[in-house]
T-cell receptor
Framework: KAGVTQTPRYLIKTRGQQVTLSCSPI?????VSWYQQTPGQGLQFLFE???????NKGNFPGRFSGRQFSNSRSEMNVSTLELGDSALYLC?????????????FGDGTRLSIL | AQTVTQSQPEMSVQEAETVTLSCTYD???????LFWYKQPPSRQMILVIR??????QNATENRFSVNFQKAAKSFSLKISDSQLGDAAMYFC??????????FGSGTQLTVLP
C-alpha cells in the first residue's frame, strides 16, 4: 500500500508570492492533517480535514488555508508569503482522525522563502 | 491546553546498549493516546510506538518499550540493543479529544559505533 505522498518535495518562493502544497493520503484514509515544522517553533498543527470539511484548526493566520477533495487528497495554500513561513510542511493521514488512530506522515515539502 | 515536554535535546548511546528518552505531558483529560515518532534525516516521521492512557500495561514493539506513569504524566521510551539505524530525532506526542497531535521539542539521538 502506498504511503502518504507530498508534492513538491522542495519549493523556493519569494516574499509576497503564494504557494500551494499537495498531499495524497494513504488509500482509504479520510482524515488529512497538516503540520509546520521549524527549528524555532518545532512542530505545530495547522489544520485537519475530514470528508472535505475542515474539522480542526491551529493557531495560524488566515493566510494559511487548505481544502480537501472528494478523493481525500488535500492541498494547503499560503498567500502573501513571509520569510517566517520557511519551514518543512508535513502532511499526515489517518482512517478517520480519531484519537486511537495513528497518523502516518509523508516526507514533507521544504518551503524556502527568499 | 495540552503541553508535551522533552527535557533532553540530545542523547547519545553506544551501539548495542540501552537508552531511555524522557517525556512529560500536561493534560486534564483522562482518555488520550501517547506516541513516539522518529524522524531520521530523510524527514519522514515514522511511528515507533503508541500507548493508550487507560491501559496500564506498557506498550512494547520489538526493541522499543515505554514506561508510562499516568499519575506522574510521564512517558519515556526505552530503546534496547541500540542500532546505528536508530539515530534520529525522536518526538513524543499527545493526542486527546482535539484529535490533533501535540509534539514535544524532540530529542536528537546519536548512536556511537
Amino acid at each position: 500500500k502506498a504511503g502518504v505522498t507530498q508534492t513538491p518535495r522542495y519549493l523556493i518562493k519569494t516574499r509576497g508570492q503564494q504557494v500551494t502544497l499537495s498531499c495524497s493520503p494513504i488509500s482509504g484514509h479520510r482524515s488529512v492533517s497538516w503540520y509546520q515544522q521549524t527549528p524555532g517553533q518545532g512542530l505545530q498543527f495547522l489544520f485537519e480535514y475530514f470528508s472535505e470539511t475542515q474539522r480542526n484548526k491551529g493557531n495560524f493566520p488566515g493566510r494559511f488555508s487548505g481544502r480537501q477533495f472528494s478523493n481525500s487528497r488535500s492541498e494547503m495554500n499560503v498567500s502573501t508569503l513571509e520569510l517566517g513561513d520557511s519551514a518543512l510542511y508535513l502532511c499526515a493521514s489517518s482512517l478517520a482522525g480519531q484519537r486511537d488512530q495513528p497518523q502516518h506522515f509523508g516526507d514533507g515539502t521544504r518551503l524556502s522563502i527568499l | 491546553a495540552q503541553t508535551v515536554t522533552q527535557s533532553q535535546p540530545e542523547m547519545s548511546v553506544q551501539e548495542a546498549e540501552t537508552v531511555t528518552l524522557s517525556c512529560t505531558y500536561d493534560t486534564s483529560e483522562s482518555d488520550y493516546y501517547l506516541f513516539w515518532y522518529k524522524q531520521p534525516p530523510s524527514r519522514q516521521m515514522i511511528l515507533v510506538i503508541r500507548q493508550e492512557a487507560y491501559k496500564q500495561q506498557n506498550a512494547t514493539e520489538n526493541r522499543f518499550s515505554v514506561n508510562f506513569q499516568k499519575a506522574a504524566k510521564s512517558f519515556s521510551l526505552k530503546i534496547s540493543d541500540s542500532q546505528l539505524g536508530d539515530a534520529a530525532m525522536y518526538f513524543c506526542a499527545y493526542k486527546g479529544s482535539a484529535r490533533q497531535l501535540t509534539f514535544g521539542s524532540g530529542t536528537q539521538l546519536t548512536v556511537l559505533p
